[in-house]
T-cell receptor, first 114, second 109 residues
Framework: DTGVSQDPRHKITKRGQNVTFRCDPI?????LYWYRQTLGQGPEFLTY????????KSRLLSDRFSAERPKGSFSTLEIQRTEQGDSAMYLC????????????FGPGTRLTVL | KQEVTQIPAALSVPEGENLVLNCSFT??????LQWFRQDPGKGLTSLLL?????REQTSGRLNASLDKSSGRSTLYIAASQPGDSATYLC????????FGAGTTVTVRA
């Protein structure tokens, strides 16, 4: 257990539905990252926050995706109008902004869009 | 954009053999390099972090080296055990991680 938690662990939804995932980082970490991983591939960067500010969004993050970190603690990732291509593992990581910036990952949320 | 490649994609060895996993990256301006382990359907566990000013890191049976000039990192696992069976991922970065596709290791008892 790295100290980063994600909820839910698994989500099955029908195409067109909205889904929301939550990530609770390690409490003293001020940076939070979202990644997406498809089968057989390494994770791909989606977005990251420093405190409550969203500092970068990948081109992978279409308009259907939105992420928030309202109080600089937990974060949510929402996908609207899900598509089958959204099926993936969504991973959250956190780090403390230091020179090494080591990232610690949560267990992930497995999304299946039917 | 940082491109990370891991070779081989899969590896099967008998218990007790040493493992050598390779990682190459295209941008020598890599900041730090981190090695992870991932079990099937699980999240990532950080194994070793090599800062840009370092050339290697060791933890128990694991040793990772970093050669920025050639754009390569190598993870060595000594005296492999069946419990080492997993996918190993390397990631280079500045603040965000760029991952390779991983090497899936099977250690046969």
């Amino acid at each position: 257990d790295t100290g980063v938690s994600q909820d839910p662990r698994h989500k099955i939804t029908k195409r067109g539905q909205n889904v929301t995932f939550r990530c609770d980082p390690i409490s003293e970490h001020n940076r939070l990252y979202w990644y997406r991983q498809t089968l057989g591939q390494g994770p791909e960067f989606l977005t990251y926050f420093q405190n409550e500010a969203q500092l970068e969004k990948s081109r992978l993050l279409s308009d259907r995706f939105s992420a928030e970190r309202p109080k600089g603690s937990f974060s949510t990732l929402e996908i609207q109008r899900t598509e089958q291509g959204d099926s993936a593992m969504y991973l959250c990581a956190s780090s403390f902004r230091t020179s090494d910036n080591e990232q610690f990952f949560g267990p992930g949320t497995r999304l299946t869009v039917l | 954009k940082q491109e990370v490649t891991q070779i081989p994609a899969a590896l099967s060895v008998p218990e007790g053999e040493n493992l050598v996993l390779n990682c190459s990256f295209t941008d020598s301006a890599i900041y730090n390099l981190q090695w992870f382990r991932q079990d099937p359907g699980k999240g990532l566990t950080s194994l070793l972090l090599i800062q840009s000013s370092q050339r290697e890191q060791t933890s128990g049976r694991l040793n990772a080296s970093l050669d920025k000039s050639s754009g390569r990192s190598t993870l060595y696992i000594a005296a492999s055990q069946p419990g080492d069976s997993a996918t190993y991922l390397c990631a280079g970065r500045d603040y965000k991680l760029s991952f390779g596709a991983g090497t899936t290791v099977t250690v046969r008892a």
